[in-house]
């Protein structure tokens, strides 16, 4: 196959084809990659303008900029968006889909035509959901909790098929990258010496693969349950709407470690490039992905503690959330040995990295508190809950995304984003970030329950200093963009291994060319060799 | 496409492979991983059978009483028939006996058809007596009494005939989605482009429709022959 | 990694004429076995004989008897997370507060 | 350097001390008891949050890369290290688990001879009925504004809720106006409970200190959610009597109530109040009693047993009695005559 060489040194993904066409039709993974970039870009904006405008709800007690309904609809979109169009499909479709492939050594993913149709299917279901703006928005949380949402709403309808929808996006990445990581990794690449990166997303995709189905029909009998009113959530019927929240969780559980096993994945790669060594236990780091992903569905329960589910229930899933904390626990003590004896560089991406070990350490000790039962009962549904689910998927996800995001531009671009701005964002995003969620932590404590419109007066000054921490965030992002959009402009040149990484993408050029690599490489050590 | 290429011995395998036998093996992958998602999505309408049937026996005993045995035992003979069939049509490919092959895909696809008018007789004859899910039923409790020799009709008879109505049209679905699909490969098959050293679409379509049938394997006890 | 380009198994047409037999018989059975009262063990009767009839079908039908670990591996994985999914919510319902319907 | 650490825990940890001060004041015993489970887990948090960051911010400094060339370590694993940091933390979760667990027992069971309030919720508000017949609902303040339902329960006494979600206005027809979950949430007293439409759910508190306590609604139920508030006002047991008693209470009790619905509603043809033996199984002594049901299995005689019997006779049938026999009385009894029925089969002990 090497035989296709390049016709031209220059020669690589962006410009081996030209036009709209030729990117709509694509079947090249690094370009599909950067279509679902560009979508989860956009979705991330409307997240985030829906974030914005619940915090400045927020400002002050009673109604400050819109009405009490219309608040409602705004969390709600806020939620499904970045749930199901930013956070699942963020690192996986975006960086995984770029990078997995090129990791392995492989020419593309194993099916791709269908890695062209998840991304259609996003659209579609992101098409479906906001369809539902035109009934009048559905107002039910993303958690479309039942019998309230059973109401024979367009509105829902549209939301439960659009979820539907992309719920197949996300199955078809995750069954692409499980037959990838099997069956294209290059000679010599074995699955002790696969990036973790690529654990990460092979772990991920198992949850994907076999957790999303469930939401698929959970959200389909949703439907049902208002075109119909088959009754199987509806009391009326002697239907259980507890039930609803087993089947919507066990998807929605798995679904948080879909969210965040990825950004575990980015992280490794990170701290082993700029602290230029070799990543400490790599086996365990790999085997907690798994046992992550595998442990993730028999918790589901700890979101129903006080839901009226039995007490032996609640019990049983309180011990099973404590195992979880523990394979956390030893990625986050492998990623500080790393740093020991290391040659720290502390680029934008490696702030980014150790921003997220920051945050996820909070983020994950308070997932200790939620788990405890008894302090759970009185956690339960406050903003500690909030707090505690945004310090791990925006502290989390959403750091490493960033991170990624800089750590490979001049892999997917050629070129170097200015550092110093990205660095900027990152403190922007970094500090507005604890200014507004730190509080919630405290405001929860106290009692101030979540997916509230209004509150009493004593819990405004926390309020107050969490709607300005939302605007830090929202510089910072902007920022962000625009480094990210100068980097893509004017950028300079960056050469194939600008970082000094060891893993395969950083032996091909950058940006890479078609096949990713010239000669199919071969691979004789593990990921990390950094003597 | 440009991504395709031919290799010496004249059967096609994306570029991103090595060999046929690497794709097809690849492929086959793919499909069991996509037939595992399916039985997880089933599965769902399973667990929430499995609990109600715990929570209201009499309903699903009542309920079961409308549907006749006869048309869910000939269905079932027929879809393993056309499993059957389905399997001779891969069988015919990989000794390269086109005829024979699409024979048999063509009997697979009568099958299903036969399969859905069936259905479709099921169907209206509980439409008419107002069987319906949920809101939608319409059944007059007396009436209804005395087509199940006078048993008790539940309150929440319904909720039998939306799972009855769930299960079957989300299975239904599938057997149309199959259908086409089984037309797609009788139509390569007649042309002739497959063959022993590459038939990876049949052998996909027919893995998909011998997990329609496995569905309906279950479902027929279940929704027919509740005791 | 090598993928030699090795015979796919080809089964018998005999194999699955027995098979189609046998599947026809279960059928049988699953009919007349539903005259029978088992009490309590009727669901597990029904269930079993279907599994049988499922095995079958996976086996040879689909190949899975003579197919490689890692597809048979995929396909327990469903069957066995949905078994867990099964398993955690019915413990839920039958130790809560007997769950009482209104109707 | 390496004892910084320390110095910072030793500067944290009276401040952590006091870290129930996040918390409202704890109202209650088991409010007590979650606070140390709080600050328990406040103190080990912020001791892993000190070594992972701190030891992570001390290696930034310290290995700050020097030139383009650095060599670094190769050290790959330490089973040793990698052992310790995996079970120690186990061991602190396993810790907080049991002791979570025994707290949560004590929260789910609540102690005899509770006094008995009956909870209901809508959207978007709370109703207290007592046994007496007594009914709190929400009102309107001086100002014109709406003021929260005030719950009066005697200081040091438990008290227990049973509570179930129902309708906008009772009885409605209307397919959109269906009971949906509510929860209920006292910060004071650090419990909650989600209030699910078509059974009852129960929870217990028994508050200490008099004094004024707020009540949430913390499962989202609309547009009306967070205006959606009770109080509880906890006063001497004297007062509470005194309160209870005062007017504004039903014209009978609950007892009473279901008495009359006994007679009216024709149960005493079938149920007998003494203990013979009639149609069906008798009221006398059947409160809390553990009954046999036809077809296998028991079932406890509690509200949920006897509102299931009411509303759907042929669910559960006594073992030994006809099944079929007694008609549904659903559309006949209010989800109130329900309760009253229940309160008065409480009486005959």
Redesign the interface.
Known sequence: MATATAHHENSNYLNHEKGLWSWLTTLDHKRIGLLYFITVALFFLVGGIFALLIRTELYSVGETIMTAEQYARVMTYHGAVMVFLVIIPGIPAFLGNFFLPIQIGAKDVAFPRLNLLSWYCLLLGAGIALTSLFFGGADTGWTFYTPYSIKHSPAVICMALGVFVAGFSSILTGLNFVVTTHKLRAPGMTMNRIPLFVWALYSTAIIQVLATPVLGITVLLLAAENIFGIGFFDPALGGDPVLFQHFFWFYSHPAVYIMILPAFGVISELITTFARKTIFGYTAIAYSSLAIAAVSFFVWGHHMFVSGQSEFAGIVFSFLTMLVGVPTAIKLFNWMATLYKGSINLSAPMLYALGFMFLFTIGGVTGIFLATIATDVHFHDTYFVVAHFHYVMVGGTLMSIMGGIFYWFPKMFGRLCNDAWARVSFVFIFVGFNVTFFPQFVLGSLGMPRRYFDYLPEFQHLNRISTIGSYLIGIGFIVGLITIIHGLLKGEKSGPNPWGGKTLEWTTASPPPHENFLTTPVVTAGPYEYR | MSTVKSSSTGHHHAHHYESADHEYQSSKQGVWLFLCTEILMFGGLFVGYAIFHHLFPETFKVGSKFTDVRYGATNTVVLLASSLSMALGIYYNQIRDKNKAVMALLFTLLCGVIFMVIKYLEYSHKIHLGLMPGDWYRGNAEELAQYVGGLEIPKNLPLYFSFYFMMTGLHGIHVLVGMGLITWVTIRTARGEFGPEYYTPVEGVGLFWHLVDLVWIYLFPLLYLVS | ?A????E?H??P?KT??T??AA??FL?VV??AA?QI?FG?L??LV??G??SV??SL??G???HLKY??M??RV??G???F??L???F???????????????? | MSFKPLVLLSLLLPGVAGASTFMPPAATVTAGEVDSVYAFLLITSLISFIILIGGMIFFVFKYKRKSATDKTAYITHDHTLEFVWSFIPFLIFMFVFAWGWKIYHDMRHSPEGALEVHVMAKKWDWRFLYKNGKEVTSGLDDKGQKAPATMVVPVGKPVKLIMASEKISAGSTDPMDRPVLHSFFIPAARIKQDVVPGRYTTMWFQLDQPGDYWVFCTEFCGSGHSAMKARISAVPVADFEKWLAAEGTGEMTLADKGRALYSSKACAGCHSADGTRVVGPTFKSAWGASRDIEGGGKATVDENYVRESILNPNAKVAAGYPAGVMPTFAGQLSDDDVKALIEFIKTLK
């Not at chain 3, 993928?3 to 090795?6: I, V």
């Not at chain 3, 955690?88 to 109707?103: G, Y």
């Open positions: 990694m993928h030699g380009t090795h796919h080809i089964i047409l699955y004429w098979v189609f599947l026809i059928t699953t009919v539903a009262d309590a009727n669901a029904a269930f004989i279907a009839k499922a079908v996976l040879i039908f689909m197919d490689n890692m597809n995929i396909i994985s469903g069957v997370f949905l867990l999914f099964w955690f919510s019915i413990i839920d319902i039958v130790t809560r507060i007997p769950q009482n319907s209104t109707l």
